[in-house]
């Protein structure tokens, strides 16, 4: 007798469909095949452990279990649960009627309850585009997938609730998460950065357009904190959005389990000593870095040049297609890694270059050696360089009022809706720092004095052709927050300003 039960493997973002097809032949040996990983081959040992714990039946004969298709890797322990099933079913302790109907995911404890797996709300959708009816799923990653439309999510905490539910078709839906952790209600305010107003001009710009941006300025000066507030003036998340961002983090799975569908922008800030594959992704089976973490939202690098080059180098293919390839010898695995770096470093390597109340130490070789770490081709990737300085003892004692983050934020909404009329009909563009170069020469037209003045600046400061796309990417985000639909001179003019690396300061 031959049964079938279906279930799903990873492959970067997406999930592949896997039949599993159990037989019963005559001995007492128990055959796995079809490139199982040392955590599928060991599914036996858990799969009759919970029988056993739950009053069921083990057969005792020969147990040949195929998985196709047979030349795609199978790994994890997710396949346990439909391994059991189709067990049970060939078998005869259940029926096989509706088994067609459902993928089913999870690993099994020993005594028969169900572990979260990875990737559900991939494997999720992988079955709505299949025509599953539904898919059973570890209770522990329902908030994952609650939202999916289309398709029967089936929770269950144990072996024994798919038994209840694929007899009669019994389940129950674990209560709503409040889901306090992903709500941000008390997110970090602009209003508490004192001063730097000038920092926060260009923290608005790059939030209106996708621009990257790196903060030079002494240690003290205020760069991280300026950075982590920059989630507060950033549009929310489409659902689109959410949902890919929720399915990067679950296939992640660094600890515990997705507390739901991830409603805010994700906010990355590794330590400098991070490995390149921690912070592109990869591993024997490619799993997402940093990069793809930070995908519909921000990385946030401090102390750039401390990072390894290396790990500096591999962000400049990310940075310019806002995706990741990760190529072993059987296959390229790629990664969304659309994010808006945020990036901080001091002047020097003592950090008081700019400091008008400290000396600076350093010898013009070692700010040189300094600065050079980080490549030119990577800082042509950065759409604003910006200096921030201390502030004074007055300005950080002052009663005035600073503006707060929302205010910003219905300015960078407003402009985001401008872009969003512009590029309606013009492909997959969601703001200018997405502009492609024939896409920048009909959007990015520029009247004679505004071109005069971006020409002298070219020929005094020898820009690179791809600086001269983010000074016209950046300058059309300065005009849609002013409203005008040209971009003008002043418009040129505080675009370059923003360019003080390339200035030589």
Not at 123 to 132: H, L, M, V, W
Not at 174 to 203: C, I, M, W, Y
Not at 251 to 265: D, S, V
């Amino acid at each position: 007798m031959l049964i079938k039960t279906y279930s799903s493997t990873l492959q970067g973002l997406s999930a592949i469909t896997i039949t599993i097809e159990v037989y019963l032949g005559k001995g007492i040996n128990f055959f796995l095949v079809g490139l199982p990983d040392n955590a599928v081959k060991e599914s036996h040992q858990r799969i009759k452990a919970a029988f056993k714990n739950n009053s069921l039946k083990f057969p005792g004969r020969e147990i040949t279990i195929n998985m196709a298709p047979a030349d795609l890797k199978k790994e994890g322990s997710v396949f346990d649960l439909p391994i059991a099933i189709g067990i049970l079913a060939v078998s005869n302790q259940i029926s096989a009627q509706y088994l067609s109907d459902y993928l089913i995911v999870g690993e099994l404890s020993l005594d028969g309850t169900i572990q979260p797996c990875q990737g559900l709300l991939s494997r999720a959708i992988q079955a709505k585009k299949e025509g599953f009816k539904g898919i059973i799923v570890p209770a522990l990653n329902y908030e994952e997938v609650r939202m999916l439309e289309g398709i029967n999510i089936i929770p269950v905490h144990s072996l024994i609730d798919v038994l209840k539910f694929l007899q009669k078709k019994e389940y129950s839906v674990p209560l709503r998460n409040s889901n306090k952790k992903n709500e941000n209600k008390d997110s970090l305010d602009f209003k508490d950065v004192k001063g730097q107003t000038h920092a926060k001009r260009a923290f608005e710009i790059a939030a209106a357009g996708g621009h990257n941006l790196l903060l030079i300025g002494p240690p003290g000066a205020g760069k991280s904190m300026l950075a982590k507030r920059m989630p507060s003036i950033l549009p929310p998340l489409s659902l689109h959005e959410a949902i890919e961002t929720t399915s990067i983090h679950s296939i992640a799975f660094r600890q515990g389990t997705i507390p739901g569908l991830i409603k805010n922008r994700p906010f990355r800030a590794p330590h400098h000593t991070i490995s390149d594959v921690a912070l592109v992704g990869g591993g024997t089976t490619p799993k997402p870095g940093e990069i793809s973490m930070a995908h519909n939202g921000i990385l946030f690098l401090d102390e750039l040049p401390e990072f390894k080059r290396n790990a500096l180098e591999v962000l400049r293919q990310p940075l310019e297609e806002g995706a990741v390839s990760i190529s072993r010898a059987n296959m390229a695995t790629e990664f969304p890694a659309n994010f808006t770096l945020i990036a901080a470093m001091n002047p020097c390597p003592c950090g008081h270059a700019t400091d008008p109340n400290k000396s600076c130490k350093c010898s013009s070789y070692s700010v040189q050696r300094y600065r050079s770490k980080i490549s030119g081709p990577l800082l042509d990737r950065i759409d604003m360089h910006v200096q921030v300085s201390s502030i004074p003892l007055i300005e950080l004692q002052s009663s005035k009022t600073e503006e707060t983050s929302s205010d910003i934020k219905k300015r960078v909404l407003r402009a985001r809706e401008i872009q969003e009329k512009r590029f309606n009909n013009s492909g997959p563009i969601l703001c200018n720092t997405n502009l492609s170069p024939r896409q920048i020469n009909t959007f990015c037209s520029l009247p004679k004095d505004a071109r005069n003045l971006l020409e002298n600046a070219m020929n005094k400061l020898n820009f690179s052709a791809r600086s001269y796309h983010r000074i016209l990417k950046v300058s059309r985000t300065i005009a849609d927050l002013e409203g005008s639909p040209s971009i003008l001179s002043n418009h040129i003019a505080e675009a370059l300003h923003y360019r003080c690396l390339d200035r030589g300061n």
